[in-house]
């Protein structure tokens, strides 16, 4: 039996809701829906609504920096080369090209807005990640850029006086009126409905690590974005290429703090439970290799040792450096009592990025007029089926600037008209039974780690697929009247999609190891899967297709 999935997560219908009106909205308030909110023309009025504090996204929690050709040894061609080799052929060379030349002038915008990134002598300092041929990587505080990068973004965003923010706001659902995005039904922290309506809407909400129980994504990351804009009908597109991060400290009953990338580019190994550096057996360029690799051969040898993690070493470098280039992983470990200048750090892959999501054009341009999209909510072929180390970043400043840009342009073009669409959706009886949400989500997490994880079988996913459509068929059809429920909702809606799409592609490509199809197959699979529901059935047997 086909379950459908709901258009909308809760009732309402217009006449009972207060209304709020927007020549643009934007839902998310990273680095993309904030780079975008500043691209808006100043003569518009702007909302942008974050889920929780404005502090709180996977931008502030990005550690390694941002990628940029700003060394005049360094190439614009190096930085696509290496951006292409990582991705393979499914990367759209033209928005590689597009992102790596765009990526200095970005960069700058950042400084002149504030940003302070590491320097020496008075010149930025250049660090270099897994996949990179050159140091291009800018990089503040250590270890904690997005934290800066945010902060001179927020405090920048925050003096325009076109653009308001709505903090503690959660999106359930877009509104569509005969097939166009008119706006968004929004709950605010005193759990008051609100119907916000908007000529022109971006979504940046970010990716959803959480439907994974190791992930070092916060909290907020469960796919709310990903699941909306499925709900209205947009295309989602690479839904089995999400990336792991390779190292994540590893403690038992510890958060899941992310190790960053830069560590291993400052000269850091990886060892096993017995000390041996095992990097050099799978790949020549050892630590530095691409992050699928790496993560792969970690799952590999801690199979290998029967060990629940390996161990990220710097205990030969400079005790002083390390502890001034990398401030907050040494405060993280040390809560656990790990000195990282004289103790091997325990690491293990977690869920990082997810590289599929809204289809989007060069401009952030969805299938669903009036909406548009940037960031990690988004698939713009920039990271083809593995992304290259402190891309991410760059795409959310590039991507937010377009999409900020061309929906600012759309909205002068038809100004809003600012009305009420006839939208609503009725109560469905409630079920008598409660449910143990935290169970199920507990549940869910642990059979996507297991079975959608840094390793795939057909047998796995074909039992997680089972498992899901359970949960599916008696969380999905009720109306909850908390986030707990809605997020729940959501990460069974995406986690569904990932599975299946999974499952269709019978091959290795990437970040996405089927190890009964253990080999790339470009006759079959050098292409792009995508889905998208149906107005009266999901399409759940088989993704669509369409050419890199």
């Known amino acids: 039996m086909t379950l459908l999935t709901p258009r909308y997560l809760v009732p309402f219908t217009p006449r009972e809701l207060p209304h709020f009106f927007a020549d643009v909205l934007i839902i998310g308030g990273g680095l993309a829906g904030l780079r975008a909110a500043i691209a808006i023309d100043p003569r518009l009025s702007v909302l942008v609504v974050t889920k929780d504090a404005i502090q709180q996204s996977n931008s502030i929690y990005a550690q390694g920096g941002i990628a940029g050709v700003l060394d005049p040894d360094d190439r614009f061609e190096e930085h696509v080369q290496d951006t292409l080799v990582a991705g393979g052929t499914l990367c759209d060379p033209a928005v590689v090209d597009m992102v790596v030349r765009e990526a200095p002038g970005r960069i700058q915008e950042l ?10 002598l008075g010149r930025i300092v250049l660090g270099r990640e897994g996949g990179h041929s050159k140091s291009r990587i800018v990089h503040a505080l250590g270890d904690m850029t997005g934290k800066e990068v945010m902060r001179a973004v ?3 965003t925050e003096r325009l006086p076109n653009v308001r923010i709505w903090a503690d706001t959660f999106t359930l659902d877009l509104l ?3 097939g166009e995005c008119r706006g968004a039904i929004v709950v605010n922290r005193h759990g008051e409905k609100m119907l916000v309506w ?3 809407t971006i979504l940046a909400t970010g990716g959803c690590g959480q439907v994974y129980r190791e992930s ?6 469960t796919g709310d974005g990903h699941a909306m804009a499925y709900r209205a009908g947009a295309q989602l597109r690479d839904m089995e290429f999400v990336q792991f991060h390779p190292t994540v400290l590893y403690i038992a009953g510890g958060s899941r703090s992310l190790i960053t990338e830069a560590v291993r580019g400052e000269g850091g190994r990886l060892v096993d439970k017995e000390g041996f550096r095992f990097m050099p057996e799978y790949d020549p360029r050892a630590e530095l290799a691409p992050r699928d690799i790496v993560s792969q051969a970690i799952v590999s040898q801690m199979e290998k040792t029967r060990h629940s993690c390996v161990y990220l070493d710097v205990t030969h470098l400079d005790a002083d450096f390390v502890r001034q280039r990398f401030p907050g992983i040494a405060a993280a470990c040390r809560q656990f009592g790990i000195d990282i200048t004289r103790d091997k750090i325990p690491v293990r892959p977690g869920a990082h990025y997810m590289i599929g999501g809204v289809t989007v054009d060069l401009v952030g341009r969805t299938s669903v007029p009036r909406l548009w999209a940037a960031g990690e909510v988004s698939s713009s072929g920039l990271h083809g089926a593995n992304r290259l180390a402190s891309n991410s970043l760059l795409e959310g400043l590039v991507y937010g600037a377009h999409a900020g840009a061309a929906a600012s342009q759309a909205a002068l073009a038809s100004p809003s008209d600012f ?7 009725p109560v469905v009886a409630p079920p008598a039974e409660p449910l143990d949400l935290v169970d199920i989500r507990n549940s869910l997490k642990a059979v996507m780690w297991r079975a959608c994880g840094v390793r795939k079988t057909g047998e796995a996913l074909h039992e997680a697929l089972d498992s899901v459509d359970g949960w599916r068929r008696y969380v999905l059809a009720r109306q909850f009247d908390d986030r707990e429920g809605w997020e729940l909702q959501n990460m069974l809606t995406l986690s569904r999609v990932m599975i299946q799409a999974a499952l269709a592609r019978e091959e ?3 970040v996405h190891l089927r190890t009964d199809f253990p080999q790339m197959d470009d006759a079959r699979w050098n292409t792009h899967l995508w889905f998208v529901r149906g107005d009266a059935e999901e399409q759940w047997a088989l993704p669509r297709r369409s050419s890199p």
């Open 111 to 120: 400084v002149d807005w504030g940003t302070h990134f590491d320097e020496h």
């Open 154 to 156: 927020i405090a920048h």
């Open 176 to 178: 569509t009126h005969e």
């Open 508 to 510: 290795s490509r990437g």
């Open 216 to 221: 070092t994504n916060p909290l907020v990351a």
């Open 198 to 200: 908007a000529g022109q």
């Open 419 to 425: 009305r009420v669409y006839p939208l609503e959706n």
